[in-house]
């Protein structure tokens, strides 16, 4: 059973920046994909990036240009950096991986709130 434990979410002011981390239990290259959603309050869990085993990014225009998806394999970690945050970036962000199997594997969550 694979886990993902998301970690550096918290609270920012406007036009701040975070580093979320998601470390796997699993060696992350063996996965179809991973990548990152957010949940607000009051609102469907949304898209926010995606990379897959070939290392192709795709991101949510709602946040391209501000955020940065990376990977560390040596570490099987997986990070978001969120630079020139908005009130509108609060949410939960849960990290997902996808493996060989096509099955889906999600962390608990981090909050991010972003006060204007």
């Known amino acids: 059973q694979v886990q993902l434990v998301e970690s550096g979410g918290g609270l920012v002011q406007a036009g701040g920046s975070l580093r ?3 470390a796997s239990s699993a060696r992350i290259f063996s996965f179809n994909a991973m990548g990152w959603y ?3 309050p009051g609102k469907q869990r949304e898209f926010v990036a995606v990379t897959n ?3 192709t990014t795709h991101y949510a225009d709602s946040v391209k240009g501000r955020f940065t998806f990376s ?3 040596a570490n099987n970690t997986v990070h ?3 630079n020139s945050l908005k009130p509108e970036d ?3 962000y849960y990290c997902f991986a ?3 199997a096509y099955l889906d594997y999600w962390g608990q969550g981090t909050q991010v709130t972003v006060s204007s």
Do not use: F, H, K, P
């Open 20 to 22: 979320l981390s998601c």
């Open 38 to 40: 957010r949940q607000a």
């Open 53 to 55: 085993s070939i290392g």
């Open 71 to 73: 990977r560390d394999n």
């Open 80 to 82: 978001l950096q969120m």
């Open 90 to 92: 609060t949410a939960v």
């Open 98 to 100: 996808e493996d060989s």
